[in-house]
């Protein structure tokens, strides 16, 4: 299992917007990721309803988690993605 520990970068959290970008960036990754509060039960990270119902707010800590071949490259993007509140999903890291 390869994980991620990550800071929500964007002001409002994974809402609305935000949680549009993760999602299509999941999805285009390829790659099956789960995403849960440090604390909590991970969820699939390229459901929209799932991540919304997060309700991750910005600063707080998430965990990204894959157990899927090439899983660190894309954990590392969605991470970049995810930290710096970024509006498109990084080619490289």
């Given at each position: ?22 999602v ?17 039960s991970p ?10 119902g997060?309700?991750a ?36 890291v």
């Amino acid at each position: 299992m390869v994980e991620r520990r990550v800071n929500v970068g964007w002001a409002e959290g994974l809402h609305a917007r935000p949680a549009s970008i993760f999602v299509r960036a999941t999805t285009a990754s390829g790659v099956p990721v789960t995403i849960a509060k440090a604390d909590g039960s991970p969820v699939n990270a390229a459901s929209m309803l799932a991540v919304l119902g997060l309700g991750a707010e910005g600063g707080e800590e998430i965990v990204l988690a894959s157990e899927a071949e090439g899983a660190d490259a894309a954990l590392d993007r969605l991470a970049k993605l995810v930290s710096e509140g970024l509006d498109e999903l990084p080619e490289t890291v």
